[in-house]
Nanobody
Framework: QVQLVESGGGLVPAGGSLTLSCTAS????????VGWFRQPLGKEREFVAA???????YYADSVKGRFTISRDNAKNTVYLQISSLKPEDTAVYYC??????????????????WGQGTQVTVSS
């Protein structure tokens, strides 16, 4: 099973930018769908963005135009660039990997490997 480690979270003022990284170890995840989810305090985890093995990317409507997901298979790393941050973006952000069979899924149940999460806090 692949191990995922997120990094790059922190405290950012509203309107600022941040880049989160998700690095895999144990095996390559170049053929997996890799996604980002977030969980605000006291709320359910929600899908944010994902990238498939072909490079296809897709986003939740709430983040389109502000978030960009990309992957560097040579570094076994997926990135999430976040711009124009809003206080409502405050959450723990998780990276997750799903087997290729799940395609362009947004369901957390299809992602079998998860990182420990990284906190993003946006101050108003």
């Amino acid at each position: 099973q692949v191990q995922l480690v997120e990094s790059g979270g922190g405290l950012v003022p509203a309107g600022g930018s941040l880049t989160l990284s998700c690095t895999a170890s144990g095996r390559t995840f170049s053929s997996d769908t890799v996604g980002w989810f977030r969980q605000p305090l006291g709320k359910e985890r929600e899908f944010v963005a994902a990238t498939g093995w072909s490079g296809i990317t897709y986003y939740a409507d709430s983040v389109k135009g502000r978030f960009t997901i990309s992957r560097d298979n040579a570094k076994n790393t997926v990135y999430l660039q976040i711009s124009s941050l809003k206080p409502e973006d405050t959450a723990v952000y998780y990276c997750a990997a799903a087997a290729p069979v799940w395609g362009t899924t947004t369901s957390s149940r299809d992602f079998g490997s998860w990182g420990q999460g990284t906190q993003v806090t946006v101050s108003s």
